[in-house]
């Protein structure tokens, strides 16, 4: 990670008892095409990483290649075809629809993300159906690698917030934007800080509200 972020992360002293505690972590953003990136964010919604892992797997031996498919190659198969690798509906339906906007041209390529900001990736996202704002935040994290991105409603970043600064409750996500503006422009380190706060040791138990 960016050590200049670290630092100026370091001003805030609860950031900087987290960053203590945890030590450094190291980012790589994976810079996969957005449609294979989005397809797996979809499958792996509201699932255990075990569960969505098998259902991922049995999702691309419908292609028999051992590759991601192609947007082209996913509207050659059915919903039903799709739910037999265990998808439900909805996400099935989600799939195509994101599948048939990759084909249509409303999906960007990795390099027209590039020259685009986050607010207009967000915006081309989420008008894929079963793509909302939290979503389209992973991509930008851990897919695009931006560099000042807070997704104040995911609840590993809002109990972080709780234990870094030992409140009773979570922050609501409107309270946790707030405060995060002091970390601009570099609130996607202290997003990831955050979600490590939640893996240390007693305080999650501590400060559960």
């Given at each position: ?38 397809a797996q964010a979809i499958v792996y919604q509201q699932l255990s990483g075990k ?25 050659r198969l059915d919903c039903e075809m799709l739910r037999t690798a265990g998808l ?56 695009l690698g931006r560099p000042d991105v807070l997704p104040v409603h995911d609840l ?54």
């Open positions: 990670m960016n050590k200049r972020a670290i630092e100026f992360l370091r001003a805030d002293p609860a950031m900087a008892g987290i960053i203590e505690r945890v030590g450094p972590i190291r980012h790589k953003p994976r810079r996969l095409p957005p449609f294979e990136s989005l569960a969505a892992g098998t259902i991922f797997s049995r999702f691309l031996a419908l292609f028999g290649t051992g590759d991601f498919p192609a947007p082209g190659d996913v509207l439900s509906r909805p996400k099935a339906g989600y799939i195509l629809d994101l599948a048939q906007k990759a084909c249509d041209g409303l999906l960007p390529s990795l390099d027209e993300c590039d020259a685009m900001t986050d607010q207009e990736i967000v915006a081309r996202l989420t008008a894929v159906k079963g793509v909302g704002r939290w979503t389209a935040d992973m991509l930008l994290i851990f897919n590993g970043v809002r109990r972080g917030f709780q234990i870094a600064h030992r409140k009773r409750k979570m922050p609501e996500p409107e309270a946790l934007a707030r405060h995060g503006k002091r970390w601009s422009p570099h609130r996607t380190a202290a997003a990831l800080y955050l979600w490590r706060a939640v893996d240390l040791p007693g305080d999650s138990e501590q400060f559960r509200g």
